[in-house]
């Protein structure tokens, strides 16, 4: 796996060196990418991983893909674990230093009772350290037409507000959205964590469970001893939809 990730990596980092995000496909291959959504179905289902489940407000299950999972979850540890390793050197040049360290890693999945997620950035400030966000989709046979749950990056229309301590609020009247992006299977999205407000669609699953619409995310976060957040670097506000949650992080 840490193979097939080496061999696209150049055409990520060409892309993020000029653009705030980019998708790339065929990642890891179908057979993977089944086999990793197999994985993350049977962990979002274990009754022993119960109280490490989060349900959240945008109707979506998600656990922290921590070392402990790997007898559960083999394939999406190894995974997050390949991503950080592979990437974060690679992506050092733009933002600092990046760790390896693979430490902020997700797993999510808005299920039969659909969800969406509001425009919002990922980064919450003070002493949020997340750089960069990989998302990575299991969702064979996806049909947007369907199941909605599209990604939705924002563009900012104006310069960004400056930098303050917590960061000023980022006002829905200076981003628009720009062209959807379907999750389908073997999907990589990358995004530079403190600069794109992204959000998704309404999602709705009327095949049931197996409709679910599953997804890996690793933050690659700014290795000790960087500056990347010294005075000066605009560290950009959630919009209102993600404040709340934004607040309670910087308390």
Known sequence: RQALLEARAPELVEQLETKTYCYIDGLLGDSMCLAMRAEAMRLLSDKALKE?????????????????????????????????????????????????????????????????????????????????????????????????????????????????????????????????????????IAFWTCELPHSVQQFKAPLGKEDGRYAITVWLTAAEGSDVFASGRHILSPTAAHESRAVQERA
């Not at 489940?53 to 402990?68: K, W, Y």
């Not at 960069?132 to 369907?146: A, E, G, K, V, W």
């Not at 960004?160 to 981003?175: F, G, N």
């Open 52 to 188: 490490e489940i989060v349900e959240t407000d945008t109707r979506a299950a998600s656990v922290v893909i921590e070392p402990e999972l790997f007898l559960q979850a083999p394939l999406c540890t190894e995974y997050a674990l390949d991503c950080a390793k592979t990437f974060a050197p690679l992506l050092s040049g733009r933002n600092g230093p990046l760790s390896d360290d693979a430490s902020a890693s997700m797993l999510a999945c808005y299920g039969v009772d659909g969800g969406n997620f509001n425009v919002h950035i990922d980064n919450h400030g003070n002493k949020d350290r997340r750089v960069l966000t990989l998302i990575y989709y299991m969702n064979p046979d996806y049909d947007p037409s369907r199941q909605g749950g599209c990604f939705v990056p924002w563009e900012i229309t104006e310069d960004a507000p400056p930098t303050s301590e917590p960061p000023t609020q980022l006002s829905l009247d200076v981003i628009r959205p720009l062209e959807p992006i379907v999750p389908t299977a073997d999907r990589l």
